[in-house]
C-alpha cells in the first residue's frame, strides 16, 4: 500500500479496508473499475452509496494543499461505472486562481479516461460554486447527483439553480462530448504528437484556443491535460492544470518533471502560454516549450 494511504485507510470501516487495500498498490492513482466496485460491495456487504462515501478518505489523500491545508477528496462515476477519484491541488505561492478543485480534478480524471458522461460526483465538503458551475458544464450537467456524507442525495439543479450554462450560449455539445477538432503539426517528436492528439480533444467553444499540455517525466512516462472551457470562463481548467493533477494522482512529486510542452491552436482568441509559464514556474525550473498548430 502506498504510504500517502496509510494513515487515511484508518478512517475506512475495516469491512471496507480489509478488501480495499490490495486494490492501493503502487500503481494505484484514484481509479477503480466498475468490476472492482462490485467485488468491493459483495466483500465488504455494504450498500453501494454507503461505500462510496466511505471511499472519500483514499480520494482526499491524493490532495495537495499547501495554502489551505483543507484536504477535499471526490469520486467521479461515469457512465461505464468505473469511480475516477480527484482531490484538491495548490500551487504553493501561487495565484488561489491556479489551485484545482477536488470535483474537477475528478471530471478530468474520467475524461482523459474517455468517460463520456458522468452520473455521480461523490465529495467531502459541499461543491463550492466554481465547481458547481464546473459540473454544470458537463453532459447533462444539472441532471449529475450529488452526494455528500448526511445529506441527502440531490441533482446539480439542487445546489446550482437558475443554471447558466453552455445552453445560453448556443453550445449543443457540452464538455464530455466527444470533439473533433483538426489541428496539424509536422513533427516526429513523440511528446509533440501526443500534445496534438490531446489538443484535438479539447473543449474550447469560446475561444477557439484547442490546446493541451503534455508532461514527461525523467523515467520516461508521459501525462497530460486538455484544456476544459466554461461558460462562465473562470471555471475553466486549464491544460497545465489538467496535467499536473494527472502527475500528482499517479504519486509522483514535481521533481519528476523532465519536459513540458503547451500545444495550442493558431485561431484561439486567447493564447495559454503567459499563464501556464507562471505556474510552471511555481513547481520546477523546467521551461515551457510553447507550440502553435494550425487547423486544418
Keep these: 500500500m502506498q504510504d500517502r494511504f496509510v494513515a487515511r485507510i484508518t478512517q475506512v470501516p475495516e469491512i471496507l479496508a480489509t478488501p480495499l487495500i490490495p486494490l492501493l498498490g503502487a500503481s494505484f492513482s484514484g481509479h477503480i473499475s466498475k468490476a472492482e466496485l462490485e467485488n468491493l460491495i459483495a466483500d ?47 500551487l504553493a505561492g501561487e495565484a488561489l486562481g491556479q489551485a484545482v478543485h477536488a470535483e474537477q480534478n475528478a471530471i478530468s480524471h474520467a475524461w482523459l479516461k474517455g468517460e463520456a458522461g458522468i452520473e455521480d460526483i461523490i465529495v467531502n465538503a459541499s461543491p463550492c460554486g466554481h ?20 445529506q441527502a442525495t440531490a441533482p446539480l439543479a439542487h445546489y446550482l ?5 453552455p445552453k445560453d450560449l448556443n453550445i449543443t455539445a457540452p464538455l ?29 467553444p469560446y475561444s ?18 486538455r484544456y476544459a472551457e466554461n461558460a462562465a470562463f473562470n471555471p475553466s481548467m486549464m491544460p497545465l492544470q489538467m496535467a499536473l493533477g494527472c502527475l500528482m494522482r499517479h504519486n509522483l512529486g514535481f521533481d519528476a518533471i523532465e519536459r513540458v510542452v503547451l500545444l495550442e491552436s ?4 486567447i493564447s495559454l502560454a503567459n499563464a501556464s509559464v507562471a505556474a510552471l514556474c511555481a513547481v520546477t525550473q523546467v521551461q515551457l516549450e510553447h507550440v502553435v498548430a494550425e487547423p486544418c
Design 161 to 165: 439553480p437558475y443554471a447558466f450554462g
Design 44 to 90: 465488504s456487504g455494504m450498500e453501494k452509496n454507503e461505500l462510496l462515501l466511505a471511499l472519500l478518505p483514499i480520494a482526499a489523500a491524493l490532495a495537495n494543499p499547501p495554502i489551505s491545508d483543507f484536504y477535499v477528496g471526490a469520486i467521479a462515476i461515469g457512465r461505464s461505472g468505473d469511480l475516477y477519484m480527484g482531490a484538491n491541488m495548490e
Design 266 to 269: 493558431s485561431a484561439g482568441k
Design 176 to 204: 464530455l462530448t466527444p470533439q473533433s477538432i483538426e489541428l496539424a503539426l509536422e513533427t516526429d517528436d513523440p511528446l509533440l504528437i501526443e500534445a496534438l492528439d490531446q489538443a484535438n480533444q479539447s473543449y474550447a
Design 208 to 225: 477557439s484556443n484547442h490546446a493541451a499540455v503534455a508532461i514527461e517525466t525523467h523515467d520516461g512516462q508521459v501525462f497530460v491535460g
Design 131 to 150: 465547481c458547481r458551475q464546473f459540473i454544470n458544464e458537463l453532459v447533462q450537467g444539472s441532471d449529475i447527483r450529488i452526494h455528500l456524507p448526511g
